[in-house]
């Protein structure tokens, strides 16, 4: 995933109301800018850290600019939870993911019963629902999901195991949105539920794929598949 316009540099002041941030540009000029993520970004908070920013030219946007990474502990990390589906959108397709290689077909954000997947994909006569969810998170070294509670993952997993017991193939796709972390665990500190339940639904046939991402200011790419522990 390339971004489609140089992005803008500044330094973080705080993060508000989840979805708001203050940002001092380099030119000095104080703005607001969007900030697309609503978990607790745990780990990925740093005052006085350097951001990168897209700009929208939409007059009808309260807020022009749209936080898109942050630089920590030697390297960018992407905030944008929404990049992470087009990321693994493109790398399913293109297969540079071992496990999820080989599909005729790929689309993305499929209904499954009353829930809806973030990719869905055909192999032959196999039929796959994957779901997507975008990592942060760095816990004594280690990439980790969720940064908080979270019952709406909870039922992500559930509902795959329910595709996979109905024949469907399932696998659930952890995008790891820094580079700065080579292992991934589920964070049981944070919700011992989701962990349980993760664990829960493997043994029941839903795979657990972890991709590692290289990331700059031109773009994200998923390059390798991460080792992981559940």
Not at 41 to 59: G, I, Q, R
Not at 126 to 135: M, T
């Amino acid at each position: 995933m390339h971004f489609t316009q140089e992005l803008t540099q500044g330094t973080l002041l705080k993060r508000y109301k989840r979805f708001l941030a203050d940002i001092t540009l380099t030119n000095g000029e104080l703005v607001t800018a969007h900030c697309p993520n609503s978990g607790s970004m745990k780990t990925c908070l740093e005052n006085d850290a350097p951001v990168l920013l897209s700009h929208s030219s939409n007059p009808s946007r309260k807020n022009a600019f749209t936080w898109e990474l942050i630089y920590l502990d030697g390297g960018w990390v992407c905030i944008n939870t929404q990049h992470a589906n087009t990321v693994a959108f493109e790398a399913v397709q293109a297969g540079v993911i071992p496990s999820l290689s080989g599909f005729n077909l790929v689309k993305r954000e499929v209904t499954f019963g009353d829930s809806r997947f973030d990719l869905y994909a055909e192999r032959g006569d196999e039929k796959w629902f994957i779901e997507v969810k975008s990592v942060t998170l760095k816990l004594n070294g280690e990439a980790s999901f969720p940064d908080s509670v979270t019952t709406r993952g909870q039922k992500h997993l559930l509902t795959l195991a329910e595709a996979k017991s109905q024949g469907y193939h399932t696998a659930m796709l952890y995008v790891l949105m820094r580079s700065d972390v080579q292992f991934f665990r589920p964070a049981k500190e944070i919700d011992p539920v989701y962990a349980s339940t993760l664990k829960e639904v493997a043994k029941k046939g839903v795979e657990v794929i972890v991709a590692g991402t290289t990331i700059t200011p031109r773009g994200i790419i998923i390059d390798r598949e991460i080792p992981f522990e559940i």
